[in-house]
């Protein structure tokens, strides 16, 4: 349990201030977990002089962004990060608290019974000067950061965050993030699990069923990856990722990328162009699209094919060393139309073989 109080707040300022002033090019994030804090601590004693916090509306704040112009929305698990610049539009939500924008060149999944605490912050970070509105879980992690740009209707983006506005806001309290069970291989399934886990694949008739069919077998993403067999999923290196992204890049081929964490899904559907590799970070540098991928953080990469009304649809997914989704690799296609064959041979080209040492 994390709880804030005025020391803290603070105390946690003026080491954020002292590291500005030595031009530091750490990011929030990662000084906050070297001062032993969730990110969202640091946020909110930020906020408290440099921005605020906002209420909870969470449907009125999505809505409300569709008034804004072009933003940049940033969204990252433990791995990676995306970065889209668009527009808010076509908002729904839906029962439980889940919705979903469909706007220009802003996809996102929400899920806000996930979503914890908001703020506003007009700080100087990494050198730059950023207005922005972030949203944090229960756990203090970033759900996703949203940034204006030159180009957003300041004007609009400020009136929203008066709109929403908390003049008294409790003080910030925080819990560790649930234990997870590590996922089981095959081996520690059941004969039984596994039959009802192919049985169900087998008769997917869209891939949005696939979410169903987990619930009803009771196993995990990971967990169902490992027993699924041949033909339905099989462990691939990590270089796969890569090379299948390069093969991509500069041809004006529809990617679509998903990147995931407990409050959103962030969607990058499109062509991608720049690739940028630093060190051990895989980077896509593209005027609208960013991505940045830590390789060090990918535990395993599957490729993954299930079947639809259309055809099979494949995939390349990646997962963390605790067994979570970090992101996963489609191509772009109607709702109703066919995979093409040239994803197909793209993926195909670009398998690497699992070291026979990382089999497990």
Same mark, same amino acid.
């Given at each position: ?9 603070? &105390? ?6 002292? =590291? ?7 990011? =929030? ?5 070297? $001062? ?22 969470? &449907? ?14 940033? =969204?990252?698990n433990e791995a990676i990060v995306l970065e889209n610049s668009g527009e808010y539009d076509e908002v729904s939500f ?15 999944? !929400? ?11 007009? !700080?100087?970070?990494?050198?730059? =000067? ?40 409790? *003080? ?6 649930? !234990? !997870? ?24 008739? *869209? ?6 069919? $987990?619930? &009803? ?7 169902a990856l490992r027993a699924a067999g041949p033909g339905r999923a099989e462990r691939v290196a990590y270089g796969s ?9 500069? %041809? ?11 409050? #959103? ?6 062509? #991608?162009?720049?690739?940028? +590799? ?9 005027? *609208? ?19 639809? +009304?259309?055809?099979?649809? %494949?995939?390349?997914? $990646? ?5 979570? %989704? ?20 793209m993926v195909a080209s670009g398998l690497q073989e699992l070291p026979q040492e990382s089999m497990s």
């Amino acid at each position: 349990m994390y709880e804030a109080n005025n020391e803290s707040r603070r &105390e946690l300022r003026a080491r954020w201030d002292e =590291a500005q002033a030595q031009e530091t090019r750490r990011r =929030a994030r990662d000084f906050a977990r070297d $001062l032993g804090v969730p990110e969202a601590a640091l946020a909110d004693a930020l906020a408290e002089e440099t921005g605020g916090v906002l209420r909870n509306d969470w &449907e009125g704040l999505v809505k409300g962004l569709c008034k804004v112009g072009k933003v940049m929305a940033l =969204a990252r698990n433990e791995a990676i990060v995306l970065e889209n610049s668009g527009e808010y539009d076509e908002v729904s939500f839906f029962h439980g608290g889940v919705g979903q924008v469909l706007g220009r060149g802003i996809d996102l999944r !929400v899920y806000t019974r996930n979503w914890h605490r908001a703020v506003h912050l007009d !700080v100087m970070s990494r050198g730059q =000067a950023l207005k922005s509105i972030q949203i944090y879980d229960r756990a203090g992690q970033a759900i996703q950061k949203i940034y204006a740009k030159d180009y957003t209707d300041s004007d609009a983006f400020g009136e929203l965050i008066a709109s929403l506005s908390d003049p008294s806001p409790e *003080d910030l309290r925080l819990e560790p993030e649930p !234990v !997870v069970a590590a996922p089981r291989t095959r081996e520690e399934l059941s004969k039984e699990e596994i039959e009802k886990l192919c049985n169900g694949w087998d008769a997917l008739q *869209d891939t949005h069923d696939f979410f169903m069919l $987990l619930r &009803e077998v009771g196993l995990g993403r990971l967990e169902a990856l490992r027993a699924a067999g041949p033909g339905r999923a099989e462990r691939v290196a990590y270089g796969s990722f890569e090379r299948v992204l390069e093969s991509a890049a500069g %041809t004006g081929f529809k990617i679509l990328m998903f990147v995931e964490n407990p409050g #959103i899904h962030q969607i990058h559907g499109g062509p #991608i162009e720049r690739i940028v +590799r630093m060190d051990d970070w895989f980077n896509i540098m593209d005027p *609208d699209f960013n991505l940045h991928l830590d390789t060090k953080l990918i535990s395993e990469v599957w490729c993954v094919r299930k079947p639809t +009304r259309q055809g099979i649809v %494949t995939s390349l997914e $990646l997962y963390d060393g605790d067994g979570k %989704t970090a992101g996963m690799l489609f191509s772009k296609k109607g709702r109703d139309e066919a995979e093409t064959e040239a994803w197909r041979e793209m993926v195909a080209s670009g398998l690497q073989e699992l070291p026979q040492e990382s089999m497990s």
